[in-house]
């Protein structure tokens, strides 16, 4: 049974910061992996999704890595801003179902 | 424009009601889900339709029944309701294979009293 890990539960950071938020998986059979934001109050955004066959993904401030056989991936987040503040679920998807981590909630102080 | 669009936002019913949420993807996509976020925001699947036929069930008390009119839509019908069905229920959509991502709705939050 796939399980994914997130830790710290919590983090909190100041303004401007370079960080890196982990993700972990037991199994590494996966078709892909997806990190989203979920703001209080709020449904989930996509923000990256890694293919298997793939090691990185880009999209402005945010780079996700993937290293499958050791079943982890890191969302790095660079020059990190009030406007970041969120939670951060990772998710992998085999067997057609994503299984999701708990979540990583980042506060960036101004 | 809203890709996964769900009714109502909020839902706050007695313990035995019977009610259902509404879910709508006008992405084109074949592949619907149902997931639950419980109070420690823990998000897990329930239920995945593929062109209107069902593909994933996971351990879910059978009041919960889904139904896809079309696959466009998937609905969610809970009888029965009971104190620990409060949560906040999301809808989503991919497209039809396995590797490419899933949009998800702005949930429903679901209040049992």
């Known amino acids: 049974k796939q399980e994914v890990t997130q830790i710290p539960a919590a983090l909190s950071v100041p303004e401007g910061e370079n960080l890196v938020l982990n993700c972990s998986f037991t199994?590494?059979?996966?078709?892909?992996l997806q990190w989203f934001r979920q703001d209080p109050g709020k449904g989930l955004t996509s923000l990256l999704l890694i293919q298997s066959s793939q090691r990185e993904q880009t999209s402005g401030r945010l780079n996700a890595s993937l290293d499958k056989s050791s079943g982890r991936s890191t969302l790095y987040i660079a020059a990190s801003q009030p406007g970041d503040s969120a939670t951060y679920l990772c998710?992998?998807?085999?067997?057609?179902?994503?299984?999701f981590g708990k979540g990583i909630t980042l506060s960036v102080r101004p | 424009d809203t890709a996964v669009s769900q009714t109502p936002k909020y839902l706050v019913t007695q313990m035995g009601n019977d009610k259902s949420i509404k879910c709508e993807q006008n992405l084109g996509h074949d592949t619907m889900y149902w997931y639950k976020q419980d109070s420690k925001k823990f998000l897990k699947i329930m239920f995945s339709y593929n062109n209107k036929e069902l593909i994933i069930n996971e351990t879910v008390p059978n009041r919960f029944s889904p139904k896809s009119p079309d696959k466009a839509h998937l609905n969610l019908h809970i009888n029965s309701l009971e104190l620990g069905d409060s949560a906040v229920y999301f809808c989503?959509?991919?497209?039809?294979?396995?590797?490419?991502?899933?949009?998800f709705g702005p949930g429903t939050r679901l209040t049992v009293t």
């Open positions: 199994d590494s059979a996966i078709y892909n």
């Open positions: 989503a959509s991919s497209q039809d294979g396995t590797e490419l991502e899933q949009y």
């Open positions: 998710a992998v998807k085999a067997n057609s179902k994503l299984t």
